[in-house]
């Protein structure tokens, strides 16, 4: 049985010549035609051409060989098999009993998010989060394949522990029931290579590490510190791309911080981007600096074509070294602190303006329950400060919790209607403190006529039902009508939402509703603090504008 690699080599490489040969042929023919030498029988004299001559070179190897050599034997060929699902006699499915399981499993509250890009219809040039170089070239078919047949995928990695531990991306190794690595100094005739086993895996980074058995000593790279980089340093790529093993090309850092994957699921994936070439099977293999040492997993790209267009994310190494060095703890998984609350990032100018902060955090939603909740901070609550350290913003906010241990605590400056506080918080398991988050009931929205505000904000609204005030635990009118065009369809707002208040004033009836909004004037920074009584899990939204 030939290898995975063989097999695929052959396939693609096979295909890719005969275009070439095809290209040649069609080269020749043109030059027999325009030349007329089709048929030439008479040789011609060539005495006088000088036979050719291979010259040395006397230029010393650049920096990209030589760390092409020093780190090429520490990256990894990274091949897995996922086995067809097995039929039980009641009609339901068991998985294979040799399943490859990363001990222990890490759950990630946001995981299930399905976050899509404006008009894409799910997929658009983000494809699947960018084409994660899965490597397989077969679409995700979950934990098993109803085909019949074994599932096969490639990635890459590289060693950074000389008795076989190695760095990879968790997608390479996602729902894999075997994992093979081949290193570079293993024969081309060995099959699929050596049996490995996950050690852990932390899907908020798409990191995983697993371990082969060794008798010797491997060779290992060294991790650089990512936040020294620079957008323009040069970098060196090497790995597996489209089963090409050893593949090594080269670019600049073309920015970083990119966050790529919107909402809560990006909050711990801020990548550095770079334009050296990355195509599926790159996937886990080391972006490296000009000193040989990794500074990025490659994990991702932008692309229409699902290859390389000179935009690639690697997932920073100083991000790495943390999440490698709690995956291969005791415990096998990543813990990050949090308090139990909910933002939204890029705020409308004109709420900060009406609640008077420049930087902060506006808390949405306070986990019933949770530390914040017990610490007594509240939905509208402005954060603006840790320890008595100023914060600057959501991502500031959750870098800082989420590096805490569980347990400790934590003192939170905020703002409350205007006038400074502040509470001392139990830090909780990010894990347990979101897991009994659970799915409120969908609360119907009835129709109603309308009432006054239509002409300055173009909307309709009526009074929220009892019931529907009680499931959000916040009076307000119910939206029942948007004009299109109108200044709150530009502001956001929707049919069946429930405004709770206008510019931090109340709005629980029709009546208070058309008080506030009868004091608004043109110029004015209006702010509408608004729940989705059909998902109350989502906490208070902010929509806002600037009166026109």
């Known amino acids: 049985m030939k290898s995975l690699f063989e097999r695929l080599r052959t396939r693609r490489l096979a295909s890719i010549f005969v275009l070439l040969g095809t290209l040649s042929a069609g080269i020749v023919g043109g030059s027999f035609l325009a030349h007329g030498v089709r048929g030439q029988e008479k040789q011609s004299d060539s005495n006088d051409a000088t036979p050719l001559k291979v010259v040395n070179s006397n230029e010393p190897p650049n920096e990209f060989v030589k760390i092409a050599k020093q780190v090429g034997p520490a990256v990894v060929n990274i091949n897995t098999q996922t086995l067809p699902k097995q039929v039980n006699g009641r009609g339901g499915r068991r998985m294979p009993h040799n399943r490859v399981q990363p001990n222990p499993q890490n759950p990630d509250g946001d995981d299930d998010q399905d976050d899509q890009q404006p008009g894409d219809g799910g997929q658009g040039n983000f494809q699947d989060f960018f084409n994660k170089f899965f490597g397989g070239q077969v679409p995700d078919q979950g934990d098993g394949d109803d085909s019949g047949q074994v599932r096969e995928s490639l990635g890459s990695g590289f060693i950074v522990d000389s008795k076989g531990y190695i760095i990879t991306n968790d997608h390479v190794i996602d729902k894999a029931d075997k994992i093979y690595v081949k290193l570079s100094t293993d024969p081309d005739t060995q099959d699929l290579g050596r049996p490995a086993r996950v050690i852990g895996i932390d899907k908020a980074t798409d990191l995983a590490v697993i371990k082969i058995d060794t008798n010797s000593p491997l060779p290992t790279v060294k991790l650089g510190n990512s936040d020294q980089t620079q957008v323009g340093d040069w970098v060196e790529a090497i790995g597996s791309p489209f089963a090409l093993a050893q593949t090594v090309t080269a670019g600049i850092i073309s920015a970083k911080n990119r966050t790529i994957e919107p909402g809560a699921s990006g909050q711990f994936q801020h ?35 699902a290859g390389y267009q000179g935009i690639g994310f690697a997932m920073p190494a100083n991000t790495v070294v943390e999440v490698y060095n709690d995956l291969i703890s005791p415990s096998h998984k990543v813990v990050r602190g949090s308090i139990g609350i909910s933002f939204r990032q890029g705020l409308s100018g004109a709420v900060n303006r009406v609640y008077g902060f420049k930087n902060g955090v506006l808390v949405q939603q306070v986990q019933p329950g949770g530390p914040a909740d017990k610490g007594g901070v509240k939905p509208g609550d402005i954060i603006t ?51 009994d988050i659970g799915n409120l009931q969908n609360v119907p929205v009835p129709d109603e006529n309308g009432n006054a505000g239509e002409s300055k904000l173009g909307i309709v609204v009526r009074d929220a039902s009892p019931d529907t005030v009680a499931k959000l635990h916040h009076p307000g009118v119910i939206i029942q009508s948007v004009r299109t065009g109108s200044f709150a369809d530009l502001s956001g707002l929707e049919p069946g939402l429930i405004i709770i208040r206008i510019n931090k004033q109340a709005t629980g009836n029709r009546d208070q509703f058309n008080a506030v909004v009868s004091k608004l004037k043109t110029g004015d920074d209006v702010v509408f603090e608004v729940m989705d009584p059909r998902h109350p899990e989502a906490g208070i939204n902010y929509p806002a504008g600037t009166l026109q």
């Open 385 to 435: 400060t840790l320890d008595g350290r100023q914060v600057k913003d959501g991502d500031d906010l959750v870098n800082e919790i989420a590096s805490r241990r569980p347990g400790s605590t934590i003192r939170l400056g905020f703002i409350r209607d205007g006038k400074p506080a502040d509470a001392t918080v139990t830090i909780g398991d990010r894990d347990k403190v979101f897991a």
């Open 271 to 305: 990548f550095i981007q770079t334009d050296a070439a990355i195509n599926p099977g790159n996937s886990g293999g080391p972006l490296l600096n000009m000193n040989g040492d990794v500074i990025g997993v490659n994990t991702a790209i932008y692309t229409q074509s």
